[in-house]
Structures are given as C-alpha cells and as structure tokens.
C-alpha cells in the first residue's frame, strides 16, 4: 500500500463515523519504516474521536467471531474470505492481485454478502462510503446472506469433522479391544 493510499485510508475509516479495529502490520507501507507499522497521520486520533483502537496485530478468526464487529475489510485471500463468511460478517473487499480479484468478485455477485470498494484511486470519500454501506442500515441484506451463508456453510464443515473424529475414535477403540 502507498504512503497516499495509507492516508487517504485512515481519513475515510475515521470520516465514517463507525467503532472499528485496524491491524496495521508492520511492512504494510514500504516506506514505512523497517519493522514498525506506518504511522498514522497527524490529527487521525482526534479525527476518530476514540472510535477506533489499532494494533499491530489481533487473532482474526477470534475477533471475526465476536459479536460487535458488524464488517471485515479484506484483500479477499481465500482464507480471510472463508474465516469472515463462517462466522457471517459481511466484507467490505479491496482485492490487490492474484485470486484476490475473483474472490471479491464471487462473494460480491454469487454469496451477495459483501461490497466491493469501488475501483481505481483510493479516495477519503469513497472509503467512508463504502464502510458506512456496508455497515449501516442499508446493509440489513448484506448481514441476512451472511449469516445466511454462516448457517449453511459451517454446520455441515463441523458435522462433518465431528463425524471423521467419532469414526477414527471408533476405529482406535476397535484395535484396542481386539
């Protein structure tokens, strides 16, 4: 991510009025610094008027599964994807390259349970409507297909790992007895 797209990141997240946790890893901006995450801009914390806590990095499949985050922004790796759909947490995608671009694009028109910013430059303006619409009140259809898709998608992955469980114990009980 460029220092700009940083920027312009951290602007629109704090202009949209939403609570929100930011991981910001330390390599995010190459010209960042070596080993810490960028800096944020000056007057970002004012701007985000204690709505926002950032970390250098946070357990994701525990902090999707927690009941306040209403949103995921992602790269759409096919593993955040997979971790934010089990628990039903829309996305808000902003693919970078490789298989990113067709993930954002399957969970954006085939599980219609996310948004895709919108393309091209990354703009205060955009990101900050992009974060209020998948997070306000015009999101209900977002947040339904979600849990939607969580209710569907996860219960037959943990029946079926339970079910493989119980029959490898059965078959260990088996050679135990004999």
């Not at 808000?92 to 393309?119: E, H, I, K, P």
Request: hydrophobic share 40%; aromatic share 8%.
């Amino acid at each position: 991510m460029s220092s700009s797209d940083f920027a312009e990141t951290a602007w629109g997240i704090a202009g949209s009025g939403r609570h929100f946790l930011w991981v910001l890893r330390p390599g995010l901006v190459p010209d960042g610094g070596a080993g810490e995450p960028p800096p944020l801009p000056d007057g970002f914390d004012a701007a985000a008027g204690g709505r926002c806590v950032v970390v250098r990095w946070a357990p994701q499949e525990e902090v999707l599964a927690h009941a306040a985050v209403g949103a995921f922004w992602t790269h759409c790796g096919w593993n955040s994807t997979v971790e934010a759909a089990c628990v039903g947490v829309p996305m808000l995608c902003s693919s970078c390259f490789g298989n990113q671009m067709g993930n954002a694009r399957y969970v954006v028109d085939v599980w219609r349970n996310s948004l895709m910013l919108a393309g091209g430059k990354i703009e205060r303006g955009k990101v900050a409507a992009a974060v209020v619409a998948v997070m306000g009140e015009g999101a209900d259809e977002l947040r339904r297909r979600a849990m939607e898709l969580k209710s569907v998608g996860t219960a037959p992955c943990y029946t079926r790992i339970l079910h493989s469980r119980t029959q490898t114990e059965e078959q260990d009980d088996e050679q135990h007895t004999r």
